[in-house]
């Protein structure tokens, strides 16, 4: 039996507990129509997976599907007792497309908390296990607290209303038994007669029974206002444990799960699912502090001695947590850059969640944007307060906005587009701190009145940390600091206090997680042992999964380098990012292993035979290995980004014919095939006349199929003594199918670049040309 169905046979009580689960961002109409279709594709044999970009996929097509589904259902269906659930339907098949089509994640995860739900409230009311179905999905057990929070709240609105009836009662009750007194004074006070003491007698018993009826009628209201209260007392504190769990927890896990998103986590944000808990929680915090006022007024109506003053504290206490509600849900949408470059364009988004549920849009708030310092965060958080005068630490253009109300989306947000920060005030630095240490936080802050002006706010939040540069060769510096404290920080942190050092294995999963995001696949356990080995300067036990120090990381220099472990890291990823992610993705870069163990790998393969590996001595390079058929290695001197803007690395791989089979026996044109450039004809001419020449990665020195034993070219010289493989340096050629022209070498001269070859080591023009004719 589906779980629809079992639902459908459940006592009234447990009925109207599933009804309450559905509304708006999932209406009941559609799990009706759907049921079947629903519980096979989103809940049967079908769990999340956040970290897997082909679940992604799935669950986009799964709603599309969906809505699909929805719109086909609401064609179909006819018949006078579905006539109201067509228009429904479609509705719901526009919304979803509203809603979440950019985020289809959002409605996978509600519908799955909406049916672990409703499996709670059947195996609660049945005691019956439901075979593959499980309810460990916190958010299916906060709209199951939701619910009993609403049911509370009806509750007690019901006993207010019975109390004022029967206060009404009362006094009516007590308005007559004061008439009665009134007239039976008035008949003592006459001459005796039989009449008069017939008339005494009888007013006296409707005196005494109505005295009666009042003293019971006083001490049910006595009972019903200690229950009331009681009930109350336990709705606020039912209300605060579950705000806690939503704000404490839900919000904090999905801010620290944006921190990570900085580095490269997959971030699958459930804002919206947060938003809705929120907006209940509002919704019913207002209900209840009405009720408590409503209490309060009936009480002053009629005063009851022996009654415990217990109101004002409640609503205190409620009024509290609506305070706490309104200004934890004024977040960060979208974070503005953490390395932020003085006068370049930035964005970033504010929104209010509970902004729609409280009216707040009805009277636009404003929010301003200013930058302060680490010290001014620190006073900002322990004081409470506001900068005072509008003190900053710099100056931001464009920096104040004014909330919007998206209907379909139920969103108060306010979007900047078009930030710069224009001054930066920085403190004084201490010790080895540089500007590139320093952090800094925009803060956002707005004022705003709920309850028609009842209720006053004042309401700010911080970014995550940001790094302010001024030019580009300080980002991988502030990188180095963005990505540490993204990493390492702690939960309710004095701003923005970072470990000083952490175990290695937390630094390889940053580090995989960056690589991962930037290049579009993670590091290997091989790929990180051999980081390990550099951060830690070759002194690395992996058992003991030591220590690593902020200053190993990107302070102190690497062994008889002039760099630092993080620049040599963040050069070799900002290089695979943007030349080599295809080959990195497909694993034809081995990339992270020494010269020397390369070597030894190549020293077994056949001749031709070639690996291409980060070099360790230059900034963001890549060298190829290769094998000659003398059985000696040698290495290109690195290409870098500069070579890879002029010629790729696969074209430069075809171009070197000494280059046979990737690593350990692949042909290279199976391999690189599909990073070579198509070959064009070299008879087309441009419209000016001009044959185009096409540069080509050359050998001086070395013919096609030649390995000497010891290369005696100048290009062949290492430029570091210190190596125990050759190094040979690639240089440019010019070729075109016609004859080649001095125009042509003079073009290719021109094409050189000095960091790929020394223009001091070409023996003359006509040695050159000779190679170029190559």
């Not at 039976?184 to 008339?199: D, M």
């Not at 409280?358 to 636009?364: C, D, I, K």
Request: hydrophobic letters at 40%; one cysteine or more; glycine letters at 4%.
């Amino acid at each position: 039996m589906s779980l629809w169905a079992k639902a459908q046979q459940l006592p009234s009580e447990s009925i109207q507990q599933i009804y309450a689960i559905y509304g708006d961002h999932f209406p009941i109409e559609v799990r009706h129509c759907l049921a079947q279709y629903i519980e096979e594709k989103f809940w049967s044999n079908l769990e999340p997976q956040p970290d897997n970009p082909q679940h992604e996929q799935y669950v986009a097509g799964l709603v599309s599907s969906l809505i699909q589904e929805i719109e086909n259902k609401a064609s179909m269906v006819d018949g006078p007792d579905i006539f109201l659930i067509k228009p429904k339907l479609a509705q719901a098949a526009i919304m979803f497309r509203q809603r979440y089509s950019a985020n289809p994640m959002q409605l996978f995860t509600y519908v799955r908390q909406c049916l672990a739900t409703e499996f709670g409230i059947i195996q609660q009311a049945s005691g019956e296990i439901v075979p593959g179905l499980t309810m460990e999905n916190s958010g299916a057990e906060t709209l199951h607290k939701i619910d009993i929070l609403k049911r509370r709240t009806q509750d007690t609105a019901a006993d207010l209303r019975r109390m004022e009836e029967d206060q009404e009662a009362f006094a009516i009750q007590y308005h007559e038994c004061t008439k009665i007194k009134a007239h039976l004074q008035q008949l003592i006070s006459q001459p005796n007669s039989p009449t008069t003491a017939q008339n005494i007698q009888k007013l006296t018993l409707q005196k005494e029974t109505l005295e009666q009826g009042l003293n019971q009628r006083v001490a049910g209201l006595m009972q019903l206002r200690l229950a009331l209260s009681d009930k109350l007392k336990e709705t606020v504190q039912l209300l605060n444990q579950l705000q806690t769990h939503v704000l404490d927890e839900e919000l904090i896990r999905w801010k620290r799960e944006q921190q990570l998103a900085g580095n490269g986590v997959i971030f699958n944000s459930n804002l919206d699912t947060i938003q809705e808990w929120c907006e209940a929680l509002a919704e019913l915090i207002w209900l209840n502090r009405q009720q408590l006022k409503e209490m309060e007024r009936l009480k002053a109506k009629l005063a009851l001695d022996s009654f415990p003053d217990v109101l004002p504290q409640l609503l205190a206490d409620i009024t509290q947590l609506l305070s706490s509600l309104v200004t934890s849900t004024f977040i960060i949408e979208k974070q503005p850059p953490q390395v932020m470059k003085t006068n370049t364009r930035f964005t970033a988004t504010v929104r209010l969640l509970v902004g729609g549920k409280l009216n707040v849009h009805m009277t636009p708030p404003q929010v301003k944007v200013t930058i302060i310092s680490e010290a001014q965060a620190n006073l900002l958080l322990k004081s409470d307060k506001l900068s005072k005068n509008g003190e900053s630490s710099g100056e931001i253009l464009n920096n104040t906005g004014t909330m919007e109300y998206q209907q379909a989306t139920r969103q108060l947000s306010v979007s900047f587009r078009n930030m710069q920060l224009k001054k930066i005030k920085r403190a004084e630095k201490k010790g080895t701190e540089s500007v590139m240490d320093e952090k800094f936080s925009l803060l956002f802050q707005s004022h705003f009145n709920v309850g028609g002006g009842e209720l006053m706010f004042q309401v700010w939040t911080l970014s995550l940390p940001v790094v302010v540069i001024v030019h580009g060769n300080q980002e991988p510096h502030a990188w180095a600091t963005v990505t540490w404290d993204n990493a390492f920080s702690e939960a309710g942190r004095v701003p923005f206090a970072v470990p000083d050092k952490v175990q290695w294995n937390k630094v390889a999963e940053t580090l995989s997680l960056k690589f991962r995001a930037a290049t579009g696949r993670p590091l290997t356990e091989d790929n990180l042992r051999f980081l390990a080995e550099k951060a830690f300067r070759g002194n690395y036990n992996e058992s003991q999964n030591p220590m690593l120090t902020w200053a190993q990381f990107c302070k102190e220099p690497l062994s008889e380098r002039n760099f630092t472990f993080w620049e040599w890291f963040y050069a070799i990823m900002k290089l695979t990012r943007e030349h080599l992610r295809g080959p990195w993705v497909d694993g034809l870069i081995m990339g992270f292993v020494r010269k020397k163990q390369a070597e030894e790998m190549l020293l077994s393969c056949a001749a031709g035979t070639f690996l291409l590996r980060f070099s360790d001595s230059e900034l963001g390079g890549i060298t190829i290995a290769w094998i000659s058929d003398n059985g000696e290695v040698f290495s290109l001197q690195p290409f870098t980004a500069k070579d890879f803007a002029i010629r790729t690395l696969g074209d430069r791989i075809s171009d070197l014919n000494h280059l046979v089979s990737l690593y350990p026996d692949i042909a290279k044109d199976i391999s690189f095939q599909k990073y070579y450039t198509p070959y064009q004809s070299s008879e087309q001419t441009s419209i000016n006349g001009y044959v185009k020449p096409v540069l080509k990665t050359h050998l001086p020195g070395w013919s096609d199929n030649s390995y000497p034993n010891t290369p005696h070219h100048p290009f062949m010289q290492s430029p570091d003594p210190s190596r125990d493989t050759p190094s040979v340096a690639s240089s440019y050629a010019g070729s075109i199918a016609t004859t080649a022209t001095c125009t042509a070498g003079m073009d290719y001269l021109d094409s050189f670049d000095e960091n790929s070859i020394d223009i001091n080591n070409l023996v003359n023009l006509n040695e050159l040309m000779h190679g170029y004719k190559q």
